[in-house]
């Protein structure tokens, strides 16, 4: 029965958790604080550090260290299939009507006026990830000092890489990757 309970619960916060983890977040609260009481809050509030740090989309992590404290192993995995199954669903009926009426002249001008504005989220997050590499937490300075010159010089070093040899970009960054990870373990 817990199973069941979890995998409901979770698939309710999959499927109604519009706009990210974070949006998820009082979802998540409302069914496992307050309606099922398996977490007091302070225990929730633990659980949203730890979900925060962890690699991954929060909600689904919160899943599965609720399922974990709930039920182990065995709840960990229902409750992260009902997390995500709504996603897998929504996006495979997508799909699915996408080829099937792709060729409309209506879909193709929907989809023409997307992609700018997906463009424009991208190039947004690489901006953001850019400044916070450069920069730090404090952001876009004109100080000088507040620059982080090793990372420019991996940054313009894989950039000139990827443009003049062509390499897998997974290669240059796992290579950045490491070169930096050495060059600051020694500074």
């Keep these: 029965m817990i199973y069941l309970q979890l995998f409901w619960s979770f698939f309710q916060i999959g499927l109604f958790s519009i706009g990210g983890g974070y949006a998820a977040m009082p979802l998540i609260q409302n069914q496992v604080v307050d309606l099922h009481h398996w977490l007091t809050l302070t225990e929730f509030l633990d659980l949203i550090t730890i979900a925060e740090m962890t690699p991954g989309p929060i909600a689904i992590n919160s899943a599965t260290f609720v399922g974990i ?6 709840g960990a995995i229902i409750a992260t299939i009902g997390c995500v199954l709504p996603s897998c669903i929504i996006v495979s009926l997508i799909a699915f009507f996408y080829f099937k009426y792709k060729e409309l002249t209506i879909i193709q ?13 991208i190039t947004s997050a690489g901006l953001s990830i850019l400044t916070l590499s450069i920069w730090g937490q404090n952001g876009f300075s004109w100080n000088i000092s507040d620059i982080n ?4 010089i ?20 796992l290579g950045t990757g490491v070169v930096g990870g050495v060059i600051y373990l020694i500074t």
């Design 69 to 74: 404290q709930i039920s182990g192993i065995p």
């Design 109 to 121: 001008g929907v989809l023409g006026g997307l992609r700018p504005a997906v463009i424009a989220l």
């Design 149 to 152: 010159f090793i990372s420019v």
């Design 154 to 173: 991996l940054f313009s070093t894989a950039l000139w890489v990827l443009y003049n040899f062509k390499p897998n970009p997974i290669f240059v960054m």
